[in-house]
């Protein structure tokens, strides 16, 4: 777990900067870019700082895209009242027909906790959240979250714990991600319609501005170029070693973390909600996905 050295000068800082977007030699730039809300974001050493007030949210992404990697980022979530905020970390392609694999932090009145929202897309279909508690403050300090994707499954990590498996079924007739590739993006924005208990608990613009921290984001993944980066990405090479059989399922300590996990923390899971599906559930719903 990172510490978040010397707080009270890079608030200092940032207020010196107000919080207009600047770059200063940052190992996170070298792999990501502002990609909105650059008027009041910010770029320093090897931290992100997105910030959400009034006028807007904000936002950056990847240089590059990806088929397949691990993809990690820590992260330190807007403290106090943070009701009807969004942050966000997730991969995701372009176009009707997307694919995305998402972290997405939904925040809360004070004292309550965030609620951890993960989900899946594929070839632009969703409809596959889970939800937890976090069993830590996620404001007081930085944490890991890793996604960790090859062609076998994708795997949501957080402080190197399992939480959520989605494995490929594709021989089964269930869509999975590994056609098109996908940048990095994280964002902090206005989703208070919905966001906190329905959108009945709204922004309190007061506590503004809201600010999210990334630091020691790390893509180690294959670089897409094309459609030939199906078969080359896919490939369990020494560069490619997410891509090796060690990988492709969990260990079993590691099943045995997950499932406490999500027997303690899981507050949603769509494989149990019958009145949404009317009964009829997803296949991979009645699949091992450890």
């Known amino acids: 777990m990172a510490k978040f050295i010397a707080f009270n000068s ?24 502002i990609n909105w809300g650059a008027h009041h974001c910010q770029m320093l050493g090897d931290d992100l700082q997105l910030v959400l007030d009034k006028s807007a949210g904000s936002g950056a992404q990847s240089k590059r895209t990806f088929l397949f990697g691990s993809f990690e980022m820590l992260i330190k979530l807007v403290p106090n009242n943070s009701a009807g905020t969004v942050t966000t970390y997730y991969l995701s392609s372009t176009g009707t027909k997307h694919d995305e694999i998402d972290f997405e932090f939904l925040g809360n009145v004070s004292g309550q906790p965030y609620i951890i929202h993960t989900n899946i897309y594929t070839q632009g279909v969703g409809n596959k959240e889970q939800q937890f508690y976090p069993w830590f403050d996620p404001t007081a300090d930085f944490h890991n979250y890793t996604i960790h994707w090859n062609p076998n499954a994708v795997v949501w990590y957080i402080d190197g714990i399992p939480i959520r498996v989605f494995r490929n079924y ?57 459609p030939l980066s199906i078969v080359q990405c896919a490939i369990p090479t020494k560069s490619n070693w997410w891509n090796f059989p060690l990988y492709s399922k969990l260990s079993a300590p590691k099943v045995d973390q997950m499932n406490s996990i999500r027997s303690k923390y899981m507050i949603y899971d769509y494989c149990k909600d019958t009145t949404r599906f009317k009964g009829v559930m997803p296949t991979e719903c009645t699949l091992p996905q450890n």
């Open 170 to 226: 594709q021989l089964k007739g269930i869509p999975f991600p590994n056609q098109q590739g996908m940048r990095i993006y994280s964002s902090l924005w206005n989703a208070d319609e919905w966001a906190t208990r329905g959108g009945r608990d709204k922004i309190d613009w007061t506590n503004a501005p809201f600010i999210a921290t990334y630091r020691k984001f790390r893509p180690r993944a294959c670089y897409w170029n094309g």
């Open 10 to 33: 890079l608030v200092l800082i940032i207020a010196t900067f107000a919080f207009h977007c600047a770059i200063v030699n940052a190992k996170i730039s070298s792999s990501m870019y």
